[in-house]
């Protein structure tokens, strides 16, 4: 089966404009949740999406914001772009319950100039 | 909150001998372990668990509750090996949830 998709797979934007990532996940996978990944912070959770509804958010700023629709695939927007938002932002998929594999997709990565 | 900790940041260890990739956590609960790998140029993947107590790749993690450690082993290192390994907890929740270690990069030297 298809693995997790996430598009576009680099993007280039200015600072103080806004973005937004695609992920289509598993069939049948209806948790995705969003990691950004940076050289000096590593991975770090964003938020998780579960039948729609966010299910858990991490500790990032107003400005980084997702959704759901009721096929599965998320996005998620980040607005006012700051040099900061540079990162490897990655997509993961799981069935949604406990202990279950989360896969991920090779990721979109967002520069800010 | 939860923590987890990888010591190591760069791991080098020559083919065919063992290896020790640390992990440390804290969390008041009962969370969930895994192991995630990244190869060169693949996305990340999910390596193991600790719920399932299997071998993958012949690496293995045991569980260490009174230590809080999860640190994954293998006796005789290869060097498809070679590779980015991320330590994650996961808080139990069902969720898809995961807070990463920095990662140790292992290098195995022929």
């Known amino acids: 089966k298809a693995g997790v998709t996430q598009t576009p797979r680099y993007l280039i934007k200015t600072r103080g404009q806004q973005v937004t990532l695609s992920c289509s996940p598993i069939?049948?996978?209806?948790?995705v949740s969003w990691y950004q990944q940076t050289p000096g912070q590593g991975l770090q959770f964003l938020f998780e999406?579960?039948?729609?509804?966010?299910?858990n958010k991490g500790n990032f700023p107003g400005r980084f914001s997702g959704r759901q629709f009721s096929n599965s695939r998320s996005e998620m927007n980040v607005s006012t772009l700051e040099l900061g938002d540079s990162a490897l932002y990655l997509c993961?998929?799981?069935?949604?319950?406990?202990?279950?594999?989360?896969?991920f997709g090779q990721g979109t990565r967002l520069t800010v100039v | 909150a939860q923590r987890v900790t990888q010591p190591e940041k760069l791991l080098s260890v020559f083919k065919g001998a063992p290896v020790e990739l640390k992990c440390n956590y804290s969390y008041s609960g009962s969370p969930e372990l895994f192991w995630y790998v990244q190869y060169s140029r693949q996305r990340l993947q999910l390596l193991l668990r600790?719920?399932s107590r299997e071998s993958i790749k012949g690496f293995t993690a045991d569980l260490n509750k009174g230590e809080t450690s999860f640190h994954l082993k293998k006796p005789f290192a290869q060097e498809e090996d070679s590779a980015m390994y991320y330590c994650?907890?996961?808080?139990?929740?069902?969720?898809?949830?995961?807070?990463f270690g920095t990662g140790t990069r292992l290098t195995v030297i022929p």
């Open positions: 069939s049948g996978h209806r948790s």
């Open positions: 994650a907890l996961n808080r139990g929740t069902g969720a898809n949830n995961l807070f």
């Open positions: 999406y579960f039948s729609e509804t966010q299910r």
């Open positions: 600790h719920i």
């Open positions: 993961a998929s799981s069935l949604g319950v406990g202990g279950t594999e989360a896969f």
